[in-house]
């Protein structure tokens, strides 16, 4: 019969060379999305050390699946200004561990920061992520993160039932189920609601509008809840943006004006209202930034975020200049115990109460400019300015629009917060934007 004459042929054929390497690209192909949404698990509800499990697993992945795409071990194309300048700033944090004194501290903080090695690789060095992979992750993460606020909001329940207390709905105790931390998990939101926005613009891998629209309306209110003063207000920029310059979240200009009106509403009632967000702005309205010329303070002495931001300024200056740092930096071992150090002698409020049993004492610089000149000198600084520079030009040359929104968010945030202190902060800042620029290379020719 026909087909008993065309089996051995087919049999032949997929023994071929070339069909097994297809059919080890698409098992890869597979795995890679796998190992994306186990990272994403991992990483919104905060089991640290599956993030780094999965991590070596994607950067093993990437480099196999390069090696067989192309036979060679090395990729000269995946090196770029941000890569550059993340692996030089890495290298000048292992160089300081030859002058560090807290080595323990210091050996914690070098792997921790493996991650701004391991990640690029996972994500570029071999075409695993394309368009559509990248929207099959990020509609997982959507619903990762939804069962995630769900939980917290759950959570908060639960606790203000207990102790009748409804600031366990705001800020730092919200997300005290993962990773205690208001502001990163607002930038793990708003990659979420970009997602969303664009979606609502296209409908590229998620048809139902309605259910967009549901999830644009709960996350924007979650985000508000967790009461980060500068998402908040890059997301209300956004959001502004897209319904007055653009037609893509409403086409007529009557409606338009009306979206604007209910836009600037909402925010006029949020900053009016009495909730935590509200009290934050109004803080730091009435905060008095001569305070911080001070030469000494006493230990009831409050600072608003603000001003210890700018106090910050002045104490690493100090510090260096003290310790003649200035090229290499006091290391990122002992950068904790120095500041620790400056606050103690600054007369600072260093804890000993039921509520805070440390005070200041574990707070770094909050702004990741500083940290990185505190750390690892001029040298450093210079490196991470480069990697910035990096962000700024992949954000250029990607037609992906909301890569560019969550550069300038990631950059602003480096002026507020040290997100590479943290494993948390290292994936917001190093693995998102890389991950928005791959998965979205053919955007263009996708729209």
Known sequence: MFWKRKLPRIAVYLRHPCMKRIQDSKIQHRLNDLLVILFF????????????????LMTANALLAYKLESGKWWNPGFFSLFTIGLFLYFAMQAIALLYTVNLREGFAIFKANLGMIALPVGVLYSGLLNRQSFGRCMKGYIYILFAATVLALVSASVSFFQHRDPTVFFYHPLVRLYSDHAIQFSVIVFIGLLFLMEEYSGRFFMKSRTRIIALIIYFSFFLFLLSSKLVIIIYFLYVLYKIVFTKTVIRRKVYRFAGLFILVALMAVAFIMNTPFSKRIENEADAPISMIRKQQFNPGDYFTGVQFRILSWRFVYEILKEKHAWIL????????????????????????????KTGYLGYHSHNQFLQAILETGIFGLAFFAMAC?????????S??????VLVFLLLCNCFTDAPLKTQYGIVLFVFFPLFLYKGNEKYEQSV
């Open 41 to 56: 698990v991992s990483f919104i509800f905060s089991i640290r050390y599956l993030v780094g499990l999965i991590t070596v």
């Open 329 to 356: 930096g006091v290391s990122p071992g002992d950068s904790q115990d120095v500041l620790a150090e400056k606050y103690t002698r600054e007369n600072m409020f260093t804890g000993g109460t039921p509520g805070n």
């Open 389 to 397: 520079l990096g962000l700024i030009r992949m954000a250029g040359k």
């Open 399 to 404: 037609a992906y629009g909301p890569l560019s």
